[in-house]
């Protein structure tokens, strides 16, 4: 876990990707109950004029935030996490699936021993998440 003292505005989070299949979908639908047809029913998504079957929200915003809790070592540490979706995740039924890409940076230093990281989420280079940001106590 880095230091406090040793962070700083700017400082940056290692990138990471990640990689989404349908079978995540599948695994996710059973740990959640979430088991809405456009998460694995192509024609179904289609028909409701998505490009495909979408990656559930909350496994999107669940993924990006891997890269702040690699990073402080420790996911009690986060004390507040909050994302707007901007585009869905588009899971392709191959071996690839979708691409998420995600890095951080501190954006604030607080006085209680708080940091702000600020999260970039993208797929294919487009913007899947939008003010997504995470409060870690350090």
């Known amino acids: 876990m880095p230091a406090f003292d040793d962070v700083s505005v ?40 998505l490009p495909n079957v979408i990656a559930h929200g909350m496994l999107t915003m669940a993924t990006a935030g891997r890269v702040v ?11 507040r996490y909050g994302v707007r979706f901007s585009r869905p995740v588009v899971v392709q039924d191959d071996d690839t699936g979708a691409t998420l890409t995600v890095s951080g940076v501190v954006e604030e230093k607080n006085d209680d021993g ?11 280079g487009d913007k899947v998440l939008m003010g997504a940001k995470a409060t870690v106590r350090l």
Not at 73 to 78: C, L, N, Q, T
Not at 114 to 124: F, I, P, S
């Open 114 to 124: 708080t940091v702000v990281v600020g999260l970039t989420a993208t797929v294919g």
């Open 69 to 79: 809790t690699d990073w402080v070592g420790d996911p009690g540490k986060v004390v």
């Open 10 to 49: 700017g400082t940056e989070l290692p990138a990471q990707e990640f990689q989404l299949k349908r079978e995540n979908l599948v695994r996710y639908a059973g740990a959640s109950g979430d088991f809405n047809i456009i998460h694995w029913n192509e024609r179904v998504a289609k028909s409701v004029g």
